[in-house]
């Protein structure tokens, strides 16, 4: 089994309060990842079991007398009637570590939880694998602007084996799975049990549409109407999906950097699909050769070491201070780390020749309010060296983690 980075934050939420939650998308590992955690005494119930889930559903109190605590409900979003009964049996004791639950998606979960829990659940999003634990790097820490630390590197040939194939956990726990097959599978469930059963898809085609739309788009600015158009509907419609894949964890908005002292700068956030895998398939990707050729790369490495950065911190319960810079000439500035009142500016390029030029657009920070701390352009270079006085050329294993020094 792959060694997970959430499982501190998993093992300080059990210790620390009363419920833990686990989220994410469907089929990133929450269950087996909890399974492997969960104490000996504490028993397993699932919600995918029609008949626990109508007891769950139609009588919740019961349901809770029957199963007590210590209890890990999986699939708890099948019945939200659950959460203010959990709330009133953890209130009547000061124990932590009552229950663990997981949810696939967060379509009602989240409102339900934050109505109900609030103050006595911690949270982890989970997502699909980083690429520090495919290779099992556990002493790999999350990417700090302020202290950018050295690995081994890595070639482009190897990201971009990990782009196309992904992270997700059964295309590593099974040697044989096809991996069109799977994500045709997957999509298939997501749009069928998840989309169906809580949001207003009436056209499954045009939903599918939608989705390639966006996986083809991941690392562009949002722009609705393109996708309206893409998948046959309207603006409004585009909006409320988009916010489905959010919700879902599939896709992460990067927010524009906005400062009332800089002027002319874009209001759009950009996609980035949070697998990168699953964002090849739906684009049309059939090869890694292709794609790592094509005029796409670009934007597909961005999101890749976007998404990995999200994962991380997700992981460790920290929410990622990042964005992005976009002005109205379309000068841009790839990644922005906010810390401690000071802007990080980093550029990301599939290149091993970095030079000067390519930070040019970071002076467009200048006029704001804040700090400019060390950037640097993140690439395939491979060695961790200075550009100039502040910047830096950066390896993408200082990024995302990389295999364990030897």
């Known amino acids: ?47 995918d079991d029609e008949v626990l889930r109508n007891m769950a559903r139609t009588d919740p109190k019961l349901f809770l007398e029957e199963h007590p605590a210590p209890l890990f409900i999986d699939e708890v979003q099948y019945a939200p009637e659950l959460f203010s009964y959990i709330k009133m049996v953890v209130d009547q004791t000061d124990k932590n570590g009552l229950y663990w639950l997981t949810g696939s ?9 934050s109505e109900s829990l609030a103050g006595r659940v911690g949270i982890v999003n989970l997502n699909s694998f980083t690429y520090k634990e495919i290779v099992g790097n556990h002493k790999s820490s999350m990417f700090d602007p302020e202290q950018i630390k050295k690995y081994p590197p890595i070639s482009v040939n190897e990201v971009f084996d990990i782009i ?3 992270g997700m956990p059964r295309l590593y726990s099974e040697k044989n799975i096809s991996r069109d097959l799977y994500f045709e599978g997957y999509i298939d469930t997501y749009i069928s049990r998840d989309v169906k059963n809580f949001a207003q898809v009436g056209n499954e085609l045009s939903f599918r549409q939608f989705l390639v739309s966006v996986a083809s788009r991941t690392g562009e600015p949002l722009k609705y109407s393109l996708l309206a158009k893409d998948a046959s509907i309207s603006i409004p419609t585009a909006k409320n999906w988009l916010s489905i894949l959010i919700t879902a964890g599939l896709v992460y908005l990067l927010e524009p950097f906005a400062s009332s002292e800089l002027k002319r700068l874009t209001h759009m956030p950009k996609i980035i699909f949070m697998d990168t895998g699953l964002a090849c398939y739906l684009a049309g990707w059939t090869s890694k050769t292709d794609l790592q050729q094509s005029a796409q790369a670009g934007h597909f490495l961005e999101t890749f070491i976007i998404s990995e950065l999200i994962k991380s911190y997700n992981a460790n319960g920290i929410k990622p201070y990042i964005y992005y810079y976009r002005d ?9 780390f906010y810390k401690n009142n000071t802007l990080y500016p980093f550029e990301i390029k599939k290149t091993g020749s970095p030079n000067k030029e390519m930070v040019k657009n970071f002076k467009k920070l200048e006029d704001s309010n804040k700090k400019i701390g060390a950037g640097g352009i993140i690439c395939f270079y491979d060695k961790l060296m200075r550009l100039d006085e502040k910047n830096y050329i950066i390896p993408i294993s200082s990024v995302i983690g990389g295999k364990e020094n030897k």
């Not at 269950?31 to 504490?42: A, H, I």
């Not at 998606?105 to 409102?111: P, S, Y």
């Not at 109205?328 to 922005?336: A, G, H, S, T, Y």
């Open 164 to 166: 196309y194939k992904g």
């Open 1 to 47: 089994m792959i060694l997970r980075e959430a499982e501190n934050m998993i093992k300080k939420i059990h210790k620390s309060f009363k419920v833990l939650l686990v989220t994410g998308p469907r089929q990133v590992g929450k269950t087996t990842l909890l399974l492997s955690l969960k104490p000996k005494d504490m028993e397993y119930i699932t919600l």
């Open 328 to 336: 109205k000439e379309k000068n841009e500035i790839d990644l922005i």
């Open 105 to 113: 998606q967060q379509f009602h979960l989240m409102k339900n939880v």
